[in-house]
């Protein structure tokens, strides 16, 4: 665990101390096997992209703390900034399965607690206008994930596009001095979790996988349970140790990313490493 994570009150602390401590050094890296997309991010540059986008929460769309903002995105290092921008608002992510979406399996957010936000890929776009599945949603953001930043291929009415919006706002974000660690912060399973709990499940995850700063942890997970979110994100950041994320992987490239890499520890689905899903180091 990262010296400085003991003392964190929530994610946006472990950010801010990892910022401090290596800003330099990979955080998170990307692939997408489907497209041969790669992007690396370090601490410092993915500090940025939070903090342009909180601030496009606060002051583009009015968010406050306690808003719930519901994430139908992917896994993807834009999925990671949107859930850490968040909670240095102190907003209530709610992260949903875009695939669940699309076939009709996943429940609408407006059946939960009333009002929220919505940032969505593009792939879901048109599924959520047409059958209004976001029907209660006060603002909805289409995020293209373009790997170059690009802008939506087709930008439906009402939509806000991420990509073009974002880049107004600046890298520096101030948070709120009242936020309560207590304050709920994510919404997953059906559980809710504070910012601090989801703090100390990071340490309690990163020293039950042993992890550390020379450590490189390869994620296939989705962000929409707490285990995800804690490999994907969370255990990397409180032990000092970086994550690839991993978006339709495939499986035949695998001993060679691992290698490419420099990856310590393997993550995915329960079944695929051990019958829990929990990480697995590699000897």
């Not at 596009?161 to 994510?186: I, N």
């Not at 039950?208 to 929409?224: E, G, I, Q, Y």
């Not at 310590?264 to 899903?277: I, L």
Request: hydrophobic share 45%; aromatic share 6%; net charge negative.
């Amino acid at each position: 665990m990262s010296a400085h994570a003991a003392d964190a009150a929530g994610p946006a602390d472990l950010l801010r101390r990892r910022v401090a401590d290596d800003p330099s050094s990979p955080l998170v890296t990307f692939y997408d096997d489907a497209s041969g997309e790669r992007v690396e991010l370090s601490a410092r540059t993915f500090d940025n992209w939070v903090a342009k986008t909180a601030n496009f929460l606060v002051d583009g769309l009015a968010a406050e703390p306690g808003t719930r903002v519901v994430l139908v995105l992917p896994p993807h290092w834009q999925t990671a900034v949107w859930l850490m921008a968040c909670w240095s608002a102190g907003l209530v992510a709610e992260p949903v399965d875009p695939d669940a979406v699309q076939d009709g399996s996943a429940p609408e957010p407006s059946d939960t607690s009333g009002p929220y936000l919505l940032a969505a890929a593009q792939e879901v776009l048109d599924v959520i206008a047409d059958d209004g599945w976001a029907g209660g949603a006060e603002e909805i953001v289409g995020l293209s994930l373009h790997a170059l930043g690009g802008p939506l291929a087709d930008c439906p009415p009402g939509v806000t596009d991420y990509a073009v919006e974002v880049r107004a706002y600046g890298d520096r974000f101030v948070p709120d001095p009242q936020l309560s660690p207590e304050a709920p912060a994510l919404n997953v399973t059906k559980a809710t979790f504070s910012a601090a709990d989801l703090v100390g499940a990071a340490r309690e995850a990163a020293e039950k996988w042993r992890l550390d700063a020379r450590d490189r942890l390869l994620v296939d997970m989705p962000f929409t349970t707490l285990d995800g979110v804690l490999t994907g994100l969370l255990a990397p950041l409180a032990s000092g140790a970086s994550v690839i994320i991993q978006r339709n992987f495939d499986e035949s490239v695998l001993e060679r990313r691992v290698t490419l890499e420099h990856v310590t520890v393997v993550a995915g689905p329960p079944g695929r490493n051990e019958p829990s899903g929990s990480p697995r180091r590699l000897a």
